[in-house]
C-alpha cells in the first residue's frame, strides 16, 4: 500500500506551511523512516523557467524553504535543484533561482543551499521498461537520497504534471529535447518519464497544490486556488490523488495509464492509504484541462487514406500570436526538430518537422504560444 498525505493550506506564509508539511511526514510515519541525519538529501523542486512563484509555473519558495528547514532541523544536509528547460549552466540557474524567489532558501548554518554543480554523468540501466542509458545530473548521482517537491499544474502534452513528470528535471536541459524528439509518441514518451522517475527513485513526494495553474500548463495557464498539501512515499500514487483532488479523471493522464499497464498502480487505484484528510474535506473542483491535452499527435488513430494535408490540419498545432512575440528564439532553441524559423513577422512552423511536443509553448516566456486544433475536424472525426 502506497499512503498518500492530504492536508489543507491556504496560504504561502513559512510557519503555516511548515506546520502543516510537519503534519504531512507524520502522516506518513515521520522523517526517521526515510532519512538518517546527516545524509544528503536532493530537494528536487520544479523550476521549468524564470518565472515569479506568483506565476504559479515553479513550485514556490515558501513551500521549498519550510520542507528544507524541517529536514535540517532533522539533520540532513539539503541541496536545492533542477535542471530547468534550455542550457544547465551556472549562469542560467542563477538567473532561474533569481527569478523564482529561491534566493531566500540558501543558510549556510543550516546545511541548506542551491545546486550549483552542472555536471551531468551517464548511467546505464537494464531494468527499466524503456530506458537502457541516460544522462542525469551528476547532483542526483551525488546524494543519498532525492524528494520530489512539485507543482500541482496542468500540462499541454501530458493534460496534468505533478510528483512524476517533475522528475524529468534529472535530466540536462539539453537532452530533454533528445528525449522528445526521440520517443515522440504519447506512449513511448510517458513511459519514458516513468522510468526517469524510477531511476531518481524519490523516496518522498511532496507536492505544492496551495496555488497550482490550470489551462494552458504547464507555463502558459492561469494559478488557481488549491488550498492542499499532497505528501506520498510513492510519487505515481501521489499523482492519482492529486488529479482527484481537482478533478481530472486519472486515467486521463498519460503516465498514470503507463503505471497501471505497468503494475506500478493498481487499476482500481485499491492500493493507496489516504492519510490525514480525504478528498471529500475539500470543495469539488473542476480544473480547466489544456485544449488538446495527451492527444496532441493523432496520426495513428486516422483512417490511413486521408492526406498529410488532413492529417497536418487535424493534429493540434502550435501557433503564434505575433501581438505578444518579442522574437527572442527561446522557442526556436527549445524545439527539438528545428521545425521553426524566425522571419521579419515572427516564428513559423514547418508542421511536417513538428512532433507536437509543445516545448516551444512550454518554455516561450511570454505566453505567446498557443496549441489549437481544428475543433470542426477534430469532431467529424470523433477525437
Ligand atoms: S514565440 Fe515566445 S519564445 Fe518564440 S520568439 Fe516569440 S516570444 Fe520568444
Ligand atoms: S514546433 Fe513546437 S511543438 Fe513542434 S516540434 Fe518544435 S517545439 Fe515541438
Redesign the pocket.
Same mark, same amino acid.
Given at each position: 500500500m502506497a499512503k498518500v498525505s492530504l492536508q489543507k493550506c491556504d496560504e504561502y506564509n513559512i510557519n503555516t506551511v511548515k506546520k502543516v508539511l510537519v503534519k504531512s511526514i507524520e502522516d506518513l510515519g515521520g522523517l526517521e523512516k526515510y532519512i538518517s541525519p546527516g545524509e544528503k538529501v536532493l530537494l528536487k523542486a520544479n523550476l521549468l523557467m524564470k518565472k515569479t512563484p506568483e506565476e504559479a509555473t515553479t513550485t514556490h519558495p515558501i513551500f521549498v524553504k519550510a520542507l528544507a528547514e524541517i529536514l535540517s532541523e532533522f539533520g540532513a544536509v539539503v541541496i536545492v535543484g533542477d535542471s530547468p528547460g534550455g542550457p544547465f549552466n551556472e549562469k542560467a540557474l542563477r538567473g532561474i533561482y533569481k527569478s523564482c524567489g529561491y534566493d531566500i532558501i540558501p543558510d549556510k548554518e543550516k546545511n541548506i543551499s542551491l545546486n550549483y554543480n552542472t555536471n551531468q554523468v551517464t548511467i546505464h540501466r537494464d531494468d527499466l521498461f524503456l530506458l537502457r542509458r541516460m544522462e542525469v545530473i551528476e547532483i542526483l548521482e551525488e546524494v543519498d537520497k532525492v524528494i520530489s517537491v512539485s507543482k500541482l499544474k496542468t500540462h499541454g502534452m501530458t493534460v496534468y504534471t505533478g510528483a512524476v513528470k517533475n522528475m524529468f528535471g534529472t535530466i540536462p536541459g539539453i537532452f530533454k529535447a533528445e528525449y522528445?524528439l526521440k520517443m515522440s509518441k504519447i506512449e513511448d514518451f510517458t513511459n519514458m518519464l516513468v522510468d526517469v522517475c524510477q531511476n531518481a527513485k524519490p523516496i518522498l513526494s511532496f507536492m505544492d497544490a496551495i496555488v497550482g495553474m490550470e489551462g494552458a500548463g504547464p507555463s502558459a495557464g492561469e494559478p488557481i486556488k488549491i488550498g492542499a498539501v499532497l505528501a506520498s512515499d510513492s510519487p505515481y500514487h501521489l499523482d492519482v490523488v492529486a488529479t482527484k483532488l481537482v478533478g481530472i479523471n486519472p486515467i486521463e493522464v498519460p503516465t498514470i495509464e503507463r503505471c497501471i499497464e505497468r503494475s506500478i498502480i493498481e487499476k482500481n487505484y485499491s492500493d493507496i492509504e489516504m492519510k490525514g484528510l480525504c478528498l471529500t474535506d475539500f470543495p469539488k473542483m473542476s480544473i480547466r484541462k489544456p485544449r488538446v491535452g495527451g492527444v496532441a499527435r493523432i496520426d495513428d488513430k486516422l483512417p490511413p487514406f486521408l492526406s498529410k494535408f488532413i492529417i497536418n490540419l487535424v493534429n493540434a498545432k502550435?501557433i503564434f500570436d505575433y501581438d505578444k512575440c518579442v522574437k527572442c528564439g527561446d *522557442?526556436v532553441r527549445?524545439?527539438?526538430?528545428n521545425?521553426?524559423v524566425i522571419d521579419d513577422k515572427g516564428p513559423k512552423?514547418d508542421y511536417d518537422?513538428?512532433?507536437?511536443?509543445?516545448? *516551444?509553448?512550454e518554455l516561450c516566456p511570454h505566453k505567446a504560444v498557443e496549441i489549437h486544433r481544428n475543433p470542426i475536424l477534430a469532431r467529424l472525426l470523433k477525437l
Open positions: 522528445h502550435p *522557442c527549445a524545439c527539438p526538430t521545425a521553426i512552423v518537422k513538428c512532433i507536437r511536443c509543445f516545448c *516551444c509553448q
